[in-house]
């Protein structure tokens, strides 16, 4: 079996040091043509495709020091596996030892304490699902098959973010078996430059095996849903969502999209495939007053489709998983923004009309709130100025139609980055953003990071990420 070495050299596993390597695990080992080996490999955007040479299911963290150990012992090259979410694809290298953490999803909810600890294999959903037993969450993302640690070693962001910052605002501890493959934690008081670093710097200083997130009171219903007009009226429902969006109490947050309809069963038929604008929104307070909170939304001309109710807040954070299917192709472009100018919602309507595909969208998300209040040296995830994120997101299903996709999102891109705040989102950037990007999504933090990163992996034997090099 050919595997490649951290600095890139070709070496020879051999049959008994494979064996030797399954001997020291629980969980299973796949190699190319085993049944289990396509699933793991792969990962939520189908324009990656690379081919791991050996990976390793991990079952407890037992099973990550050994893989460690090993790791270094061959000097091998490594990548993580999370939710397989990343677009970029930096769960997995070719050549590479992949540590595949889907096995370890368990969750345990302290309702005394308001804290969860959750398995690095989680996703999502798996953590909103044992924690609203409690009537309680964290803040996550919007997309409920997301992996809670790549999300989280980002920054991440969600529907709770305008009341308690970016997901890593919201964690107490991390669990992580470091490049000598050793289980250390990091707190606010273990290992706290660790735990700076963690909070924005990615998978560049260990494997997580599991994080503490703070909880609070929401749901178990919340008011939260869409309401989509035909994009003719895209003018009107966009000044609707620069005023609204500006006076909305930190409890409600308001999206806007605008995209080729998809065939959803609350849109009607004839309307599937043209183009809509619709405003997503979830006020994750008392319903009865995020009824009043969304009222002007729900009443605002003639809207062909209006899911906008009283549901679970479980379910509101799933509402989006059928549009982000994994497999298709995906290509980003991504920025923050200060506010919503008039100017700026010219060019979604006019880079939406541009879209080349039944799938892409132009998304407005709103952030504004607890996450500009902490200063800029609380974590790297930094950009304490930013209020809204746009995201020209495309996706669509041919190689074939890769050239005039990609080109869609970037030329909207340079056409609309001029109202940026000169920042993006380091978990939203593509494999072909370099490290002027990294420099725009962390830079303020970069030279921290790289104290920090020599001090817990000299070596750099994390290195399949937005990689940080050690000072
Ligand atoms: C459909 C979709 C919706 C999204 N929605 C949101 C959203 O609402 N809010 C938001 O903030 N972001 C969102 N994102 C972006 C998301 O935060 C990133 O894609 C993130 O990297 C996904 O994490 P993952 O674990 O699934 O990724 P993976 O691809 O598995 O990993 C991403 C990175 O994290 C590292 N990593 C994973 N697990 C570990 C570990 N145990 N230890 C160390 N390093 C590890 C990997 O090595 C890799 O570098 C979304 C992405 C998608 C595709």
């Known amino acids: 079996m050919r ?39 792969t990962v939520w955007n189908s324009m990656i495709d690379r081919r791991p040479a050996v ?35 930096l769960a997995t290298a070719d050549g590479a030892l992949m540590l595949d953490m889907s096995l370890m999803r368990g969750v345990w909810v302290d309702p005394q304490r308001k804290v969860a600890h959750a398995q690095a294999g989680c996703l999502l959903g798996d953590v909103d699902r044992e924690t609203q037993v409690h009537g309680l969450a964290t803040v996550l993302g919007f997309v409920s098959l997301t992996g809670i640690v790549g999300l989280t070693l980002g920054g991440g962001f969600g529907y709770l973010t305008r009341r308690w910052g970016w997901t890593s605002d919201n964690i ?33 200083f260990g494997v997580v095996t599991g994080i503490d997130y703070v909880l609070y009171p929401v749901g178990p219903e919340v008011v939260g849903g869409i309401v989509a007009w035909p994009a003719s009226e895209a003018p009107k429902v966009l000044e609707l969502y620069r005023t609204l969006a500006e006076t909305a109490p930190p409890e409600l947050t308001v999206v806007a999209l605008m995209r080729p309809a998809p065939p959803a069963p609350w849109l009607p038929k004839e309307m599937h495939g043209k183009p809509i604008v619709a405003l997503l929104a979830c006020y994750s307070g008392r319903p009865e007053e995020g009824e009043k ?16 109710v009283r549901r679970p807040y479980a379910q509101m954070q799933s509402l989006l998983d059928a549009t982000q299917p994994k497999g298709r192709r995906y290509y ?30 132009v998304i407005l998300f709103q952030i504004e709130g607890a996450l500009n209040q902490l200063r800029e040296e609380h974590s790297p995830v930094g950009n304490r100025d930013a209020r809204y994120v746009l995201n020209l997101a495309g996706s669509w299903e041919q190689a074939g139609e890769d050239t005039a996709n990609v080109e869609w999102a970037r030329d909207a891109w340079n056409d609309m980055k001029s109202f940026s705040t000169g920042g993006t989102y380091i978990n939203f950037l593509t494999e072909d ?21 020599a001090k817990w992996d000299p070596q750099n034997v994390f290195r399949t990420n937005r990689n940080i090099k050690p000072a």
């Open 3 to 41: 595997a490649k070495t951290t600095e890139g050299r070709e070496i020879d596993l051999k049959q008994e040091t494979l064996d030797g390597l399954k001997m020291r695990l629980r969980g299973p080992v796949f190699l190319p043509g085993d049944v289990g080996y396509e699933e793991s490999r």
């Open 293 to 308: 909170a969304v009222a002007s939304i729900k009443a605002f001309g003639k809207p062909i489709g209006d899911v906008l």
């Open 172 to 204: 107490v501890g991390i669990s992580v078996v470091t490049a000598n493959a050793r289980l250390v934690r990091a707190s606010s008081d273990e290992n706290t430059d660790l735990f700076w670093g963690l909070r924005g710097g990615g998978g560049n």
């Open 433 to 453: 953003e370099g490290p002027e990007r990294i420099e725009a999504a962390l830079g303020k933090g970069l030279d921290r990071l790289a104290q920090v990163k």
């Open 55 to 89: 990976i390793a299911r991990c079952i407890g963290i037992a099973d990550v020091i050994a893989c460690m150990q090993f790791a270094r012992e061959k000097e091998l090259l490594l990548c993580i596996k999370g939710g397989g979410h990343n677009i970029a694809g």
């Open 332 to 361: 980003w472009k991504s920025e923050y923004l200060s506010r919503i100018e008039p100017a700026l919602c010219e060019k979604v309507i006019k880079h939406a009309a541009r879209i080349r595909s039944p799938h892409s969208a």
